[in-house]
């Protein structure tokens, strides 16, 4: 029976920091632990997942990384760390060492609230971006489509990384942002060495979202990427602001009804198993 991973959620204790970024998602402004997701995972048959970090804090990599040490549901952890700092390596080493460890599959920083839209290709950036690589990590891309062709430069430049592109790019659906996003979706897809998570559709039709809205999509990136470097993640509890988990379940399901039972098994969690190298 294949493994299913979901690859793309959070947790946060607002009592231990706050989420500024929430300020204006008042469904958000609470904290959400993964307790609360259990009963989800357990309803969905999700025996795995892959927590990511929510905030520019070296600590709270430490933190999802203790978090994974005391729950074997998570199987890996996406953490923050300053990029443009020349001591990389040594980040990584910290966060290895410490509880929880040999948890840590990837990092992410969010280029997508960067006023540069060139930022993934500044000179400091790649240095950390290589070190990453060279420490055998992931690099999530939490970019928006005008930061795609930096994406593809950062990609080309670190053929040895493997890097993960986060809600398909963030494609305005609400807007009918489809073509040029497509465009520079099919260009990135090209680089053998990313994968993209299909995760954070919802968020991006916004309320009135439907299934069929969001399937030109959701086929654009499948063709793009083929079943093989595509990963289901719910972005709980990002997603509640629009639907529940098993709504994102559902709709993920319907999007890849048409791909065969092997294809769905890698996209439900045999490729987040073998992109992040997950235990």
């Not at 999530?140 to 993960?164: G, K, N, S, T």
């Not at 053998?192 to 959701?218: C, F, H, Q």
């Amino acid at each position: 029976m294949s493994r299913r991973v979901d690859a793309h959620h959070h947790v946060w204790d607002l009592a231990v920091r706050d989420q500024p970024w929430t300020a204006d998602l008042p469904p958000l402004r609470r904290s959400f632990a993964l307790d609360e997701l259990a009963p989800e995972l357990d309803r969905e048959d999700v025996g795995s997942t892959v927590v990511v970090e929510t905030v520019n804090v070296f600590e709270e990599g430490v933190e999802l990384l203790a978090l994974a040490a005391s729950s074997p549901r998570v199987a890996g952890v996406v953490a923050w760390m300053d990029l443009t700092a020349p001591d990389v390596a040594q980040q990584i080493d910290q966060l290895r060492d410490g509880p929880g460890g040999d948890a840590l599959v990837g990092v992410r920083h969010g280029v997508q609230a960067e006023p540069d839209p060139a930022w993934l290709c500044g000179r400091e950036v790649r240095r950390g971006l290589a070190a990453v690589a060279a420490a055998g990590l992931a690099f999530d891309l939490l970019v928006v489509p005008a930061q795609l062709p930096a994406a593809v430069e950062a990609a080309r430049v670190l053929p040895d990384m493997r890097f993960v592109l986060d809600h398909a790019g963030k494609p305005r659906i609400a807007e009918g942002g489809h073509d040029r996003w497509a465009r520079d979706l099919r260009t990135l897809a090209g680089c053998e060495n990313v994968a993209v998570k299909m995760s954070g559709l919802v968020t991006e039709a916004g309320p009135d979202w439907s299934a069929e809205r969001i399937a030109p999509y959701a086929a654009t990136v499948l063709d793009a990427f083929g079943p093989g470097r595509v990963l289901y993640g719910s972005d709980w509890p990002v997603c509640l602001v629009d639907a529940g988990y098993a709504e994102v379940a559902a709709l993920a399901r319907t999007l890849v009804a048409d791909l065969s039972a092997a294809e769905q098994a890698d996209v439900f969690g045999e490729n987040a198993v073998r992109w992040y190298g997950l235990a």
